[in-house]
């Protein structure tokens, strides 16, 4: 049984697209905890969840724009963001040291501003900008790919190209061959980022997939892999991976389940509303929620809840019982709020901080 997926009339966005991004960011907010509860949630997150933002990203990848306009869209979109932001944090970070205020980090983790130049080192607060010049860099290979397969005629290749070169990838990171500016994390990144691509162009998951069964089958495998095999996480910034296969049939089946659970929350007008929200904007959560999470702790310093020093931690830990879900929601609606802001400033500043 297949089906035609609902898009939005008169929009270039995909709507279950949307959605699904915004889940998987919940969960990536919701794996960046530390508390006991969370823990067998966290090893499923981690075995799809940064695979299925690179499969998304090459879904929706497009070939419209000369190489050169490609490039600089993409330095506007996600460069410029990355750099002001991580800036901010180290010079916040750089004032407290001036002032002798050590409260809010550790002082044997600074970071200096030549690290981030030299080895794109962050703070503590853009710990999950990592995925930024990940993801640049992917994308300029993979469009780079499409050209040189265009040129010899044969731009159904392009997928197959990169899925190999991905596989490289993997091996070079798995070997502790790590790259400058972490292009080994692209190269492994490119083999999800191709299979993206390699969907889209078929319409595998519209048209060549049995909705129920397959549904099913990946469930069941994403409990397996995700819930109970106990190497299946994918730790990308430290490069922990399991086996290439094991990675593979792990982030397929949880990118299907998120896709699948997308699809019906089409039709789920409150949630759809919420997820769409988030979805449009995972780069603003993604380099805010850690800086989000410092200031929850401060307001429940000052209400009496956490003590001091635990200001300093960059994720929650287990000193409330329902910390795990109070934090996380807390630091979404956080930046939530902060969104809302920057939608008010003006267009050049809002390119600043978000790209667009």
Request: positive net charge.
């Amino acid at each position: 049984m297949t089906e035609r997926l609902p898009e939005r009339a008169g929009s270039p966005r995909i709507e279950w697209i949307d959605i699904c991004k915004g889940l998987l960011i919940i969960l990536m907010v919701l794996g960046h905890t530390g508390t006991p509860v969370i823990r067998p949630l966290r090893k499923w997150i981690y075995s799809f969840h940064m695979s299925a933002f690179l499969f998304l990203s090459g879904y929706t990848a497009g070939r419209d724009l000369p190489f050169g306009a490609f490039m600089l869209k993409r330095m506007k979109r996600i460069l410029v963001p990355y750099v002001v932001w991580n800036l901010a944090y180290l010079a916040l970070y750089a004032f407290l040291i001036s002032r002798d205020i050590y409260l809010f980090f550790d002082a044997a983790q600074t970071v200096s501003f030549a690290d981030f130049f030299r080895n794109l080192a962050t703070t503590d607060l853009g710990g999950a900008t990592w995925f930024l010049p990940v993801i640049f860099e992917i994308s300029l290979i993979y469009r780079l790919l499409q050209m040189l397969c265009t040129a010899a005629k044969r731009p159904e290749f392009a997928p197959y190209l990169g899925a190999l070169i991905g596989v490289g990838g993997f091996y070079l990171c798995d070997g502790g061959h790590y790259l400058p500016y972490m292009l080994d994390l692209a190269l492994y990144g490119l083999l999800y980022y191709s299979l993206g691509s390699f969907f889209a162009r078929n319409r595998v998951l519209e048209e060549h997939l049995p909705a129920r069964e397959m549904t099913l089958l990946c469930a069941g495998v994403s409990y397996l892999f995700g819930m109970l095999y106990q190497n299946a996480s994918m730790q990308w910034p430290t490069r922990e991976f399991a086996g290439i296969l094991e990675n593979l049939i792990s982030s397929i089946s949880g990118i299907y389940v998120c896709y699948r659970v997308s699809v019906w929350l089409c039709g789920a007008n409150v949630l759809k509303r919420g997820l769409s929200f988030f979805g449009k904007h995972t780069l603003e959560i993604l380099i805010f929620h850690f800086a989000a999470y410092r200031v929850v702790f401060c307001v429940m310093h000052l209400l009496g809840w956490l003590p001091a020093e635990y200001m300093r931690v960059r994720m929650p830990q287990d000193a409330l019982s329902m910390e795990w879900l109070i934090v996380p929601a807390a630091a979404l609606a956080l930046c939530a709020a902060g969104i809302m802001v920057k939608e008010r400033c003006s267009k050049g500043l809002r390119k600043l901080m978000a790209g667009k």
